[in-house]
């Protein structure tokens, strides 16, 4: 009997270790990203072309949720094009002072059908406007346009259609509060058995909107943080990797923060945050080819890295007969990041639903860039591993 217990006792030993030595999570779960989906909305575009293809991402994230364990899904902003109302273009061909005027209510219709698909099933998602879905956005410049250039504000459509109020979030429990009619929001998901915060912020966030968000994070202790804003990378040029810093352009005037000054007063300040997601930025297109991808690593005062991604295929205009123009820009493709706490790995990858491949497989220049910066591994960060 002696010799029984101790072998029994050897291996609750052994096992014991075995539990200790496993990661405690051990899972593969997945985050997606949902780029600029503007072209697919707009309604000056081939209808229902686009948004179909809008329809189309959101109905292969609900149809891949348990295949890919999608545990959320995060919008970089410009859902639509036009986010003024109204919008007129010059009739080819006419008279000059000749225009055919848009109601672009069709447009944030487009978008809402499309990401009411998402919002039925259990996926978490957070959106982030950009610069095209504020209320005074203006799509035409020069000599025919409206007036002055003026610095970009307002939120009341956005709030009505993707506020805390609206269909797509009210009663969510994983929808955690809002501020400045909803263009900036967080939200709450799990993922391997870890809680995560996500902060969907405005574009350019002001002081105030970093304030919040600030006290988001204090009323979440302990969580890793995702921070998804819509502009805050160029794409890649040769040796370079920088921020954005539009301010000028957008929101003269305004209190509003460039991509540089919100990393030294927010990002960087809170150890927490691991990762920033964004789009708005992509090169001309060129045969149908556009480039929208980046990839930088800063360190935070904390030594850790942070993460910040670019993702934008709004330029890219092939479409399943491989001809440029045959699509209305954006092409389906979504960003996928795949972490695997085993490995204690995570995989960025490029996929698009409407032309059912891989962006950057085989050493393949899909956009124009290194490969490298379609699917791409990094390190768990220190934010994950505590």
């Keep these: ?25 051990a899972e593969r779960f997945t985050v997606a990203v ?81 990401v009411s698909i ?39 459509t956005w709030d009505l259609y993707f506020g805390p109020q609206s269909r797509h979030f009210a009663g969510k429990p994983w929808y955690g509060g809002s501020f400045n009619q909803g263009l900036n929001s967080y939200q709450l998901f799990t993922g391997g058995g870890k809680r995560f915060l996500h902060l969907s912020l405005e574009m350019q966030p002001t002081p105030a909107a970093l304030a919040w968000a600030q006290e988001a994070i204090d009323a979440n202790p302990g969580l890793p943080v995702i921070v998804t804003t819509h502009e805050w990378l160029h794409p890649v040029l040769p040796g370079e990797t920088k921020r954005s810093n539009g301010y000028q352009f957008y929101f003269e005037g305004s209190d509003h923060l460039p991509p540089d000054e919100i990393w030294d007063r927010f990002i960087r300040k809170n150890p927490a945050i691991f990762l920033v997601l964004c789009g708005h930025n992509w090169t001309p297109t060129v045969d149908g ?75 393949e220049k899909t956009f124009g860039a290194p490969a490298r910066y379609s699917d791409f591994v990094l390190d768990f960060p220190p934010q994950l591993l505590k």
């Design 289 to 363: 080819v556009s480039q929208g991808e980046n990839l930088r690593i800063d360190r935070n005062d904390a030594g850790y890295p942070v993460y910040q991604v670019l993702q934008d295929y709004q330029g890219n205009t092939i479409g399943p007969d491989g001809k440029p123009g045959s699509d209305n820009g954006g092409a389906g493709w979504l960003r996928f990041i795949e972490f695997d706490t085993d490995s204690r790995k995570i995989h960025f990858y490029t996929y698009s639903t409407l032309l059912d491949r891989y962006a950057g497989r085989n050493g």
């Design 34 to 114: 949902v780029p600029d989906t503007q072209n697919y909305a707009d309604a000056a575009l081939p209808q229902p072309r686009g948004a179909d293809t809008f329809a189309q991402q959101m109905q292969y994230l609900v149809d891949k949720r348990e295949e890919k364990n999608l545990v959320f899904a995060a919008f970089v902003g410009d859902i639509v094009q036009h986010g003024d109302g109204q919008f007129r273009q010059k009739i080819e061909g006419a008279a000059e002072g000749q225009f055919r005027y848009w109601d672009t209510r069709a447009e944030w219709d487009n978008a809402n059908r499309a």
């Design 1 to 25: 009997m002696k010799a029984f217990s101790l072998r029994h006792f050897a291996l609750a030993f052994c096992a014991a270790l075995l539990t200790v030595a496993a990661p405690a999570w």
């Design 118 to 156: 998402l919002s039925r099933s259990p996926i978490p998602f957070g959106m982030s406007p950009g610069n095209h879905d504020y209320d005074n956005y203006s799509w035409w410049d020069g000599p025919d346009s409206p007036g002055a250039a003026r610095p970009l504000s307002g939120g009341r």
